[in-house]
Structure formats: structure tokens, C-alpha cells
């Protein structure tokens, strides 16, 4: 009669942690649905690692038509808005810290000025800031290693096969590639190549693992 009564109890126990399971599992998959859902993000999947991790620190926001547009080409004013959520700096705008093409009003401006402050972007020779030209790889990069106060290197180790020692950005593409922040896609860095979204998010989600985590490089086992 007491086995019984124990063999009763351990089933009742057991029916317990796996309704209990059952339950957690389902919770992690629906916050993760619902990161999605509350972004609404109709052309993302629910796999990728990247912007699922970046919009749940809101570094990604997407557009108002509900899409973040991983293939879109990304202009200067993207790329500083994004790095700044990022850094997690005071996006106020500041009239003594501002280039003369930016509105106040204008959606990038506390970025800019935050930015500005923290001596991480520089404008034109005329006072500009040209929010909306495209921006390349090369250029990219350099905006996002400045922000991470590097002592950066001059021995060039890691340079891909279509970027020499005389080149402006060779520091930063040495750089990135060393702690492969900038994936290198057939030896090649591709610096003049236009920077799109997806790449922003590769290297802001690859940047932001690696502080957190103190580590000198990324690698896979960090997702």
C-alpha cells in the first residue's frame, strides 16, 4: 500500500515537471514571437540571431511600413543612429554640437549630436554632415571602431588580399578582420562596396557580443 501510494505520489511529480516544462518552452517561444510580433517586422524570420538580438535592446526599430529592410543600402545617418543605440549615448540633440545641414526637428539629429559629443564622427570640410549620402564598407567601419576607442594596429597581420598598407581605412580593415568584427568574404574586404543593412547588423550584433562578453574576437559559440 505505501509503494503504491510513493509509485502515485512520483507519477503526480513527474506529470507536474513536465507541465511545468511544457509550459517554460512555450513562454521562451513566445517571447520570441513576440519581439517579432510587437516589431511587426514582416520580412523577418524568426531564426535570425542578429536582429532579434538588436531589437531587443532597441538598437533595430525598423520602418513605419513594418519591414527592417536587411538589403537596403544605408546612409550616414542610419549607420551613426544605430552605432549610438548601441553605445547607449544621450540622444539629445545639442545646438553647440551639430553640423549645419541638421534640423533640429530632423529624426537623426540627437544621434548625430550624441556622436558629436563623444568626438566619433567627424563632418565635411563645408560644416556638413550629408545624413543622407551612402556610405561603403570602408567608411562604415571606421565609424564603428572609432566609437570603441581602439589602439589600433600598424602591423597590418590581417589585411585582406584588396587592401594595402597606403590605403586610409587599412588600419580599420586590419582591425575588424583581427577580431572578426567585418567578416572577409573570399580574401577580399570589398571597402568600396555600398554598405547595406544587413552588413550594419552583422557588425553592430558582432561588436556588441564582444563587449559584453569581453572577449578580443567573435566567434560562432558566442550566439
Same mark, same amino acid.
Given at each position: ?62 520602418? !513605419? $511600413? ?19 543605440? +548601441? @553605445? ?22 540627437? *544621434? ?5 559629443? #563623444?568626438?566619433?564622427?567627424?563632418? *565635411? ?29 600598424? $602591423?597590418?597581420? /590581417? ?5 594595402? !598598407?597606403?590605403?586610409? /581605412?587599412? !588600419?580599420?580593415? $586590419? ?22 543593412? #544587413?552588413?550594419?547588423?552583422?557588425? +553592430? ?5 564582444? @563587449?559584453? +562578453? ?8 558566442? $550566439?
Amino acid at each position: 500500500m505505501f509503494k503504491k501510494l510513493l509509485l502515485h505520489l512520483f507519477l503526480i511529480f513527474l506529470a507536474i515537471s513536465l507541465l511545468v516544462l511544457s509550459i517554460s518552452l512555450t513562454t521562451a517561444q513566445n517571447t520570441t514571437d513576440t519581439l517579432i510580433n510587437d516589431r511587426e517586422f514582416s520580412d523577418v524570420d524568426n531564426q535570425d540571431v542578429e536582429i532579434l538580438y538588436l531589437t531587443k535592446f532597441g538598437i533595430i526599430q525598423g520602418y !513605419p $511600413d513594418k519591414t527592417v529592410k536587411s538589403e537596403k543600402i544605408v546612409n550616414r545617418a542610419e549607420v551613426v543612429t544605430l552605432f549610438a543605440r +548601441l @553605445l547607449e549615448l544621450d540622444a539629445a540633440y545639442d545646438p553647440d554640437c551639430t553640423f549645419s545641414d541638421i534640423d533640429p526637428d530632423i529624426w537623426h539629429a540627437g *544621434y548625430v549630436s550624441a556622436m558629436c559629443n #563623444a568626438g566619433l564622427i567627424d563632418g *565635411y570640410s563645408d560644416g556638413t554632415f550629408k545624413g543622407d549620402n551612402q556610405i561603403n564598407r570602408a567608411e562604415a567601419i571606421k565609424i564603428l571602431l572609432l566609437g570603441l576607442d581602439l589602439d589600433l594596429s600598424t $602591423d597590418f597581420l /590581417y589585411l585582406a588580399s584588396d587592401v594595402y !598598407p597606403p590605403d586610409w /581605412y587599412a !588600419p580599420y580593415a $586590419d582591425y575588424a578582420s583581427k577580431r572578426n568584427i567585418s567578416p572577409i568574404i573570399d580574401t577580399k574586404f570589398n571597402g568600396e562596396k555600398l554598405y547595406t543593412r #544587413a552588413d550594419l547588423f552583422t557588425n +553592430l550584433y558582432r561588436i556588441k557580443r564582444i @563587449l559584453e +562578453l569581453d572577449e578580443e574576437i567573435y566567434y560562432e559559440k558566442m $550566439d
